[in-house]
């Protein structure tokens, strides 16, 4: 019996010497710290849009060159670069820089706006109307576009499609500027004087259009012999800009005085009419109306 005990003994003692030992993860050596990967800076895009913030436009395309040099093809650098030519008037260089950013495969309102514009001005009007139309189905809601398109409209001497493409506009946007003073100018044109003061009152209530919409709401009411009227409009746009009223007031003047001289012939009230001439030729001697109110004036009331 013992020596079966034993014989368990050492059978086990065989069995555990057999078995493989544990295994353990093995803890690897700390190495030298990693090398972090280093991002290339990107293009100084602040330096160049605040140059054209202030309209520094040389400025603006030397520093967009610059970065250019160092990321070429960036499409916001070629849109910028793009931007300044077009205010610089040099409209072929702008639209090399457009195109370029578009053949990217970008796609924006700005970009759109600004291609379309290019194009109008290099009187390539099929191309920008395909311009236009395809930013319409991209931005549905952008006055811009249909204000443009009525600008090539109005170049093609198409009233009818202008007013519609400017009315389209103010769909979008019944405050957007351009195409409230734009319409109001067509109704006046076509002596509609109610519909182009609706119109024009309402842009003079935003401050950017304020200004111009008392000018050119002066010069409506002129036509609608309403002197007066036409006076507190100058005197509107004479508290932001002075210059811009003198030579306006002047013809003003020299318009109502010729429309009084003619009302009085009208009616052959001679004797105050060759008395009003006689003012008139004294305050406005150099009036290229003068020799055609003499003519008038002598044909209807001879001595």
């Keep these: 019996m013992r020596r079966h005990f034993m014989l368990w003994i050492i059978l086990g003692l065989a069995v555990l010497s057999c078995r493989e030992p544990k295994k353990t993860t093995p803890v690897p050596e700390p190495g030298p710290e990693p090398?972090?990967?280093?991002?290339?800076?990107?293009?100084?895009?602040?330096?160049?849009?605040?140059?054209i913030g202030q309209k520094k436009w040389d400025e603006a395309l030397a520093a967009a060159g610059k970065e250019l040099a160092a990321h070429p093809n960036h499409p916001k650098l070629l849109f910028f670069q793009g931007f300044s030519h077009f205010?610089?008037?040099?409209?072929?260089?702008?639209?090399?820089?457009?195109?370029?950013?578009?053949?990217?495969?970008?796609?924006?309102?700005?970009?759109?706006?600004?291609?379309?514009?290019?194009?109008?001005?290099?009187?390539?009007?099929?191309?920008?109307?395909?311009?236009?139309?395809?930013?319409?189905?991209?931005?549905?809601?952008?006055?811009?576009?249909?204000?443009?398109?009525?600008?090539?409209?109005a170049e093609k001497n198409d009233p009818v499609n202008t007013k519609k493409m400017y009315a389209e506009a103010l769909v979008r946007d019944p405050e957007f500027g351009p195409a409230l003073f734009s319409l109001a100018d067509l109704h006046a044109s076509e002596k509609d004087w109610a519909r182009a003061v609706e119109l024009l009152t309402k842009l003079a209530a935003q401050d950017a259009y304020r200004e111009m919409a008392h000018l050119k709401l002066a010069v409506v009411k002129s036509y609608m012999k309403s002197w007066d009227e036409a006076q507190g409009h100058l005197a509107e746009a004479e508290k932001t800009n002075p210059e811009a009223v003198k030579p306006l007031r002047e013809k003003l003047l020299v318009s109502r005085a010729f429309s009084e001289l003619g009302e009085l012939i009208r009616a052959k009230k001679c004797k105050e009419a060759k008395a009003r001439f006689e003012v008139i030729r004294k305050e406005h001697p150099d009036s290229p109306t003068l020799p055609k109110a003499q003519e008038l004036l002598s044909r209807e009331c001879p001595r």
């Design 87 to 153: 205010n610089r008037k040099d409209f072929e260089k702008a639209l090399l820089s457009f195109e370029a950013v578009r053949k990217q495969g970008v796609v924006s309102l700005e970009l759109t706006i600004s291609l379309s514009e290019t194009l109008f001005y290099l009187k390539r009007y099929d191309d920008c109307e395909k311009v236009l139309r395809e930013g319409m189905e991209k931005f549905p809601k952008a006055a811009a576009l249909w204000y443009n398109l009525g600008g090539i409209y």
């Design 35 to 51: 090398i972090a990967k280093l991002t290339p800076p990107g293009p100084d895009l602040d330096a160049v849009q605040q140059l």
